[in-house]
């Protein structure tokens, strides 16, 4: 028998891992990734009481000396808009936390989700339009609470789920194991082999962390939060800037970029009248010259007003710098569920509001 005294959690562990911690009651590596298919992939309950080519009795002690942990869904709405829709989980702890699936059906033979999820509760950053950052920090989620998401996510799906952003509540890189070993998992053949190029890692700016998933060679996707290209108002609005500076920032981008070849991600949250400026889009030509970047626009979404999108001709002035100063790709982000509170920046873990507006009646 395992000599744990705490059961072997599935949905934390790699098959390898499984193989490792199971070792004692009998279980092989191929019977891990067995397993593992059962329980992530196929979304059972609890070890099988049966496999053919297994002994009961392995399974028995299997079941002994693991356990299957579940999210509690406390709530989800369906904004009537766009169809995004918002969840309200809770784990381990006392807190709930949210996550959004991302409807991607405008091609009718290829009909998928993404999921947006959480890796903390609440967010130590505290960017001034986040409603998260405003939080605080809670909790950092387990690597089960992670991967359960996009578990319970893809059982309540009528299509398949296809990729996973790590842009929910939270800084996943203060939280970068359990977010690694989640990726790990949700990509893994026996897992939920989701596409590692169809997982994204977002982040604020956290440089030793930036430093470190460029060394262990991750193969994520890689989204830098950058939203300012002048370091005073970048300070103002997202405090990191005082630890990570900006110069500091975007040599950890250069460097991994260097290592991987990849074009880098840059999001941008536009705030009206603020960073959305033809000498804002000067600023971030000069800091990435000869970094081949994406500027990915995102309209904020404050909830309290305090700051609002750019309007249609601040927008399109704004792009059209871009687009010149650059000579990049510049997209514009769509961030959806704003009627549920569940666009970026609106996850608060709060108990989710009803739409106030039909689809009719969106402008």
């Known amino acids: 028998m395992t000599t744990s005294a705490q059961p072997v959690l599935f949905k934390e562990h790699s098959a390898d891992q499984l193989q490792q ?3 004692s009651v009998g279980v092989d590596l191929a019977l891990a990734r067995r397993l593992q298919a059962e329980v992530v992939q196929r979304g059972r309950p609890e070890v099988p009481a049966t496999l053919p080519g297994v002994s009961w009795r392995v399974l028995e002690r299997v079941r002994a000396a693991s356990a299957i942990p579940r999210l509690e869904v406390l709530d989800r709405v369906t ?7 918002k969840y309200l989980f809770r784990g381990e702890g006392s807190e709930p936390f949210e996550t959004v699936r991302i409807p991607l059906l405008h091609r009718p033979d290829d009909r998928k989700y993404i999921v947006c999820v959480s890796s903390q509760v609440g967010c130590a950053m505290g960017c001034v339009f986040c409603a998260t950052g405003k939080m605080g920090f809670r909790r950092n989620l387990a690597t089960w609470e992670i991967v359960d998401q996009v578990m319970q996510i893809r059982a309540d799906s009528e299509y398949p789920v296809r990729g996973v952003v790590f842009m929910g509540m939270g800084e996943p890189m203060l939280n970068y194991d359990r ?17 590692a190029k169809a997982i994204t890692i977002s982040t604020v700016g956290i440089v030793p962390m ?37 110069p500091e920032l975007l040599a950890a981008v250069r460097e991994y ?9 840059l999001a941008w949250t536009m705030l009206g ?8 889009a000067r600023r971030l030509a000069e800091w990435t010259a000869g970094l081949p970047v994406l500027v990915d626009l995102i309209d904020v979404n404050d909830a309290t007003g305090a700051f609002l999108p750019p309007d249609r001709d601040e927008l399109n002035t704004f792009r059209d710098a ?4 650059l000579g990049m790709p510049v997209v514009r982000r769509y961030s959806g569920g704003k009627d549920v509170h569940g666009a970026c920046g609106m996850l608060a873990g709060q108990p989710i509001p009803l739409p106030v507006l039909p689809a009719a009646e969106e402008r």
């Open 21 to 23: 911690r199971l070792e």
């Open 79 to 85: 904004s009537p808009r766009d169809g995004f829709t």
């Open 179 to 195: 977010v690694m070993q989640a990726a790990s998992i949700l990509s893994e053949p026996c897992g939920l082999a989701i596409d």
């Open 210 to 246: 930036i430093r470190r998933f460029t060394a262990e060679g991750r193969p994520y996707r890689l989204v830098v939060s950058l939203t300012s290209a002048d370091p005073a108002q970048r300070r103002d609005l997202l405090p990191v800037e005082k630890i990570h500076p900006l």
């Open 257 to 265: 970029h260097q290592a991987t070849g990849k074009r880098v991600t």
């Open 273 to 280: 009248g603020i960073n959305t400026r033809p000498e804002d």
């Open 322 to 325: 871009l687009t010149a100063e």
